[in-house]
C-alpha cells in the first residue's frame, strides 16, 4: 500500500505542476494580447478556457481518490491539503487570464485606448506566479516567502491604474464604460496576485505546518 500511495502522490505532484505551467502560459498569452492588440490571441484564451477547468477537476479528483483509498496521514495528508487549495487557486488565475481577454475584446473597437501601461504589472503578477509554483517545486519556504512581500508592489500599481482611470475619465467623460472596462484589466491582473499569494501561503503550509493566512 505504501508503494501505491508513493506513486499516487507523485503522479499528483506532477498534475498540479502541469496544470501551474499551463495557467501561467494562459495568463502570459492574455497580456500578451493586449499589449499587441491581437484579438485572435484574446479568443484562443476564452475558447481553451474549458481545458484549465477540466484539469482542475482532474487534479480534485485524483485528491479525493487518494484520501478514500489511502488514508494519507502526516506530510502526505498536508500535501492533499494543500494542492486542493493550489488547485482552486490556480483555476481562479485561469479565468482571471480568461476575463483579461474578454475586456480586451470588449473595448477593442474604441479608438481611444486607456492610458495606464499593464506590462511592468502583469510581469510582476506572472513573476510571482512563477516563484510560487517554483516554491513548490523546490519545497523552498524563503521563495514562497519572497512571493508574498512581491504583492505589496502588484496593489500599489494597481492603484496607480485607479489614478490614470480617473485622469482618463476627467478627458473622456463621454466614454467612462469603456474606460472603467479597460482598467479592471489592472484589477483582474491584482486578483492573479492575491491567488499567487494564496499558492505561496499554501507552501508555507505544506513545509512549515503553520497557517499563515491574515497574519
Request: proline share 1%; aromatic share 6%.
Given at each position: 500500500m505504501?508503494?501505491?500511495?508513493?506513486?499516487?502522490?507523485?503522479?499528483?505532484?506532477?498534475?498540479?505542476?502541469?496544470?501551474?505551467?499551463?495557467?501561467?502560459?494562459?495568463?502570459?498569452?492574455?497580456?500578451?494580447?493586449?499589449?499587441?492588440?491581437?484579438?485572435?490571441?484574446?479568443?484562443?484564451?476564452?475558447?481553451?478556457?474549458?481545458?484549465?477547468?477540466?484539469?482542475?477537476?482532474?487534479?480534485?479528483?485524483?485528491?479525493?481518490?487518494?484520501?478514500?483509498?489511502?488514508?494519507?496521514?502526516?506530510?502526505?495528508?498536508?500535501?492533499?491539503v494543500?494542492v486542493?487549495?493550489?488547485?482552486?487557486?490556480?483555476?481562479?488565475?485561469?479565468?482571471?487570464?480568461?476575463?483579461?481577454?474578454?475586456?480586451?475584446?470588449?473595448?477593442?473597437?474604441?479608438?481611444?485606448?486607456f492610458?495606464?501601461?499593464?506590462?511592468?504589472?502583469?510581469?510582476?503578477?506572472?513573476?510571482?506566479?512563477?516563484?510560487?509554483?517554483?516554491?513548490?517545486?523546490?519545497?523552498d519556504?524563503?521563495?514562497?516567502?519572497?512571493?508574498l512581500?512581491?504583492?505589496?508592489?502588484?496593489?500599489?500599481m494597481?492603484?496607480?491604474a485607479y489614478?490614470?482611470?480617473?485622469?482618463?475619465?476627467?478627458?473622456?467623460?463621454?466614454?467612462?464604460?469603456?474606460?472603467?472596462?479597460?482598467?479592471?484589466?489592472?484589477?483582474?491582473?491584482?486578483r492573479?496576485?492575491?491567488?499567487?499569494t494564496?499558492?505561496?501561503?499554501?507552501?508555507?503550509?505544506?513545509i512549515?505546518?503553520?497557517?499563515?493566512?491574515?497574519?
Open positions: 505504501t508503494n501505491h500511495l508513493h506513486r499516487a502522490m507523485d503522479k499528483i505532484k506532477k498534475e498540479i505542476l502541469s496544470l501551474g505551467a499551463l495557467v501561467e502560459d494562459r495568463f502570459k498569452k492574455s497580456i500578451e494580447a493586449v499589449r499587441t492588440e491581437n484579438l485572435q490571441l484574446a479568443q484562443f484564451i476564452i475558447d481553451t478556457d474549458f481545458e484549465v477547468d477540466e484539469r482542475e477537476i482532474e487534479v480534485e479528483e485524483e485528491c479525493l481518490k487518494i484520501l478514500a483509498l489511502y488514508q494519507p496521514v502526516a506530510t502526505d495528508l498536508r500535501l492533499i494543500a486542493i487549495k493550489i488547485n482552486n487557486d490556480l483555476e481562479r488565475i485561469g479565468d482571471y487570464a480568461g476575463n483579461i481577454a474578454r475586456r480586451f475584446i470588449t473595448s477593442s473597437d474604441d479608438p481611444k485606448k492610458g495606464y501601461d499593464y506590462t511592468a504589472m502583469a510581469e510582476q503578477a506572472a513573476k510571482m506566479l512563477k516563484l510560487s509554483l517554483d516554491a513548490l517545486v523546490g519545497m519556504v524563503e521563495m514562497a516567502y519572497t512571493v512581500e512581491m504583492d505589496e508592489e502588484v496593489n500599489t494597481r492603484n496607480e489614478r490614470t482611470m480617473k485622469a482618463d475619465i476627467r478627458k473622456h467623460p463621454d466614454m467612462v464604460t469603456e474606460i472603467i472596462n479597460m482598467y479592471l484589466i489592472s484589477r483582474h491582473i491584482e492573479i496576485g492575491d491567488h499567487t494564496n499558492i505561496a501561503e499554501e507552501v508555507v503550509y505544506l512549515e505546518g503553520d497557517i499563515i493566512r491574515h497574519t
